[in-house]
């Protein structure tokens, strides 16, 4: 059975730093696109995908401040959050790219404030 566990969220001060972590279980996920998501008013949306290859794409919004990376050996999906802002405050997910809506999981609530 497939199952993505998202952990590392919390709260941040503008211009901070966090990292989420994905843990991909049931599922070999070096064939798969993996993104991680974020749950704000109204939508879920993409914020950034990275092929098994390596190809990476981003939302406008976080190029230049979050970086996605994979370890498919250990099977975690990373999403490294620099320069945040009040913006980015949601709660993040991973999935599949496209989603498959049996996989959401819990998510983490990241919250960005002073």
């Known amino acids: 059975q497939v199952q993505f566990v998202e952990s590392g969220g919390g709260l941040v001060q503008p211009g901070g730093s966090l990292r989420l972590s994905c843990s991909v279980s049931g599922d070999p996920m070096n064939r798969i696109i993996m993104g991680w998501y974020r749950q704000v008013p109204g939508q879920r949306e993409l914020v950034a995908s990275m092929?098994?290859?390596?190809?990476?794409w981003l939302l406008d919004s976080v190029k230049g401040r979050f970086i996605i990376s994979r370890d498919n050996a250990k099977k975690i999906v990373y999403l490294q959050m620099d320069k945040v802002t009040p913006e980015d405050t949601a709660i993040y997910y991973c999935n599949k790219v496209p989603s498959d809506a049996r996989y959401w999981g819990q998510g983490t609530q990241v919250t960005v404030s002073s």
């Open positions: 092929s098994a290859t390596g190809f990476t």
